[in-house]
């Protein structure tokens, strides 16, 4: 990550993809091993609920916040 901040050329930019393909499918083939066993948590499911998680917060604050605001326009 820290690499592509210093502006490189445009094969290291493909060097850098490479590298972070690389990267991104050992850990796949890591968290396939994982998952299978029996006993793991599943990360990818434990992100996407607390991403999910994370929305419904945002959104609930907003309603709280219209609800709160049409209120003090009729009082």
Known sequence: MSCESLDPTFSEKFAIFKR????EASLARS????T?????????KVYTY?????KFSLHEYITV???LNFWRELL
């Open 36 to 44: 299978q066993k029996s006993g793991y948590l599943d990360v990818t």
């Open 31 to 34: 968290h396939e091993k994982n």
């Open 50 to 54: 607390e991403k999910l998680l994370s």
């Open 65 to 67: 916040h219209a609800a």
């Open 20 to 23: 972070k393909h690389e990267i």
